[in-house]
């Protein structure tokens, strides 16, 4: 009997569900699901621009498995856009983490469970009050 699979940390939930080319009903496209550790891998990997043992840490995961679920999203991804196939963005095995934030002026990372919306978040490190909720997708420092 198979080990039961960890569960990755996941720190960010996209509205969105589908991405398909533009002007092609989806009942006409194949569709590639990608897991939502998937799209977290690609997240901390290629848009925030972690180095992979930060990266497998914050999910997690150790870093062969964190390659894995990489090179499988990336490998999908490159699918979709070179195929005109659609993607949904669906299932896996996950939890969600704490919230993340970035001082834009000392650079450090940290992780904080808020409280509230109107908690006051500090750098850690410099006790900067300019930071960046790098949980939301349109992260592009």
């Given at each position: 009997m198979p080990r039961a699979r960890k569960k990755r940390?996941?720190?960010?939930?996209?509205?969105?569900?589908?991405?398909?080319?533009?002007?092609?009903?989806?009942?006409?496209?194949?569709?590639?699901?990608?897991?939502?550790?998937?799209?977290?891998?690609?997240?901390?990997?290629?848009?925030?621009?972690?180095?992979?043992?930060?990266?497998?840490?914050?999910?997690?995961?150790?870093?062969?498995?964190?390659?894995?679920?990489?090179?499988?999203?990336?490998?999908?991804?490159s699918d979709a856009l070179v195929n005109s196939k659609a993607i949904e963005i669906f299932g896996g095995d996950y939890e969600m983490g704490n919230t993340q934030f970035r001082c834009l002026n000392c650079g450090h990372f940290w992780e904080v469970k808020i409280s509230s919306e109107e908690d006051i978040i500090k750098c850690p490190k410099c006790n900067g009050t300019n930071i960046k909720d790098i949980n939301s997708c349109n992260y592009n420092e």
């Open positions: 940390c996941i720190y960010v939930d996209t509205n969105a569900r589908y991405f398909k080319p533009r002007g092609v009903p989806l009942g006409n496209l194949d569709i590639i699901r990608l897991t939502f550790e998937e799209l977290e891998a690609i997240r901390l990997k290629d848009l925030i621009g972690l180095e992979q043992t930060e990266a497998c840490e914050k999910m997690g995961v150790s870093q062969p498995t964190f390659h894995r679920i990489l090179k499988e999203a990336r490998n999908k991804v």
